[in-house]
């Protein structure tokens, strides 16, 4: 065991972690944040994805030493209190949600995109998007959502 520091939705911890564990297994059993499930376990489903300094990564398929000393955005992270990030609440409002066990996976994968690219097309999206497998909605919905997410976020800047 060793011990490992990283920042986790704006929190500092000290995890004590074997060095191959994984951040989704230190996140879900360590850190009780259980919004990255763990699907494929191969990094291959996008259901573990989280925000590694701000772009997306397969948690499943992260070593904790790889992850310690940077920043990691889980879903938990992104709600202001009891308010829904604008990501969030796109997701809901356009019914992109079903199941909901790859829905924390898309949103911070949508996060990456609008980050980086605040006005994607549907040609962006379903790319960025490409590597986060639903069996439940199909995507026309998710791209919907997102696609209203970026407006949603357009006029919150525009506000500001």
Known sequence: METYRLT????????????NETLLSVLRDQ????????????GDCGAC???????AV?????PIKDAAGHFV?????????????????????????QCGFCTPGMILSTKALLDRNPS?????IRAALSRNL??????????????????LLRKERERA
């Open 120 to 124: 994607p097309t549907e040609e962006d």
């Open 73 to 97: 955005l889980t879903v938990e992270g992104l709600a202001r209190g009891s308010e829904l990030h604008p990501i969030q609440r796109a997701f809901v409002e356009c019914g992109a949600i």
């Open 31 to 42: 850190l009780d944040l259980t919004g990255a499930k763990c699907g494929c376990g191969t």
């Open 134 to 151: 639903c069996r439940c909605t199909g995507y026309a919905r998710i791209v919907s959502a997102v696609l209203f997410a970026a407006e």
């Open 58 to 62: 397969r948690s499943c398929i992260v």
């Open 8 to 19: 986790v939705n704006g929190r500092i911890y000290d995890i004590q972690a074997m060095p």
């Open 49 to 55: 994805t989280v925000l590694l300094d701000g772009e």
